[in-house]
Nanobody, 119 residues
């Protein structure tokens, strides 16, 4: 069954940067889908932090208040890929990060990629 595959996580010090990648079969990146990055901090529910509204049609990004100005979402149509550039990372950004359509489709959740921000 097709799923999204996330990568690029790791351990980084506060103030550092990471770039997450999301790939999947072309069928999951449909032209009109809204795609997003989610995260699930330890002991908390999964939350949407960034999305490309309208998928590849408009590439209009939107962000949660907690990451706006620090994170940038982008896509690469040719590679069926989506990215999340994370700058000025804070300890509270520690979480498992996932990509999926918006709203999330239960059939497509991947394993996620762990991001740990700690000194």
């Amino acid at each position: 069954q097709a799923q999204f595959v996330e990568s690029g996580g790791g351990l980084v010090q506060p103030g550092g940067s990471l770039r997450l990648s999301c790939t999947a079969a072309e069928s999951l990146f449909t032209f009109w889908s809204t795609m997003g990055w989610y995260r699930q901090p330890p002991g908390k529910q999964r939350e949407l932090v960034a999305a490309i509204i309208g998928g590849r049609a408009t590439n209009t990004p939107t962000y949660s208040e907690s990451v706006r100005g620090r994170f940038t979402i982008s896509g690469d149509n040719a590679k069926n890929a989506m990215y999340l550039q994370m700058n000025s990372l804070k300890p509270e950004d520690t979480a498992v990060y996932y990509c999926n359509r918006v709203p999330g489709n239960d059939d497509y959740w991947g394993q996620g990629t762990q991001v740990t921000v700690s000194s």
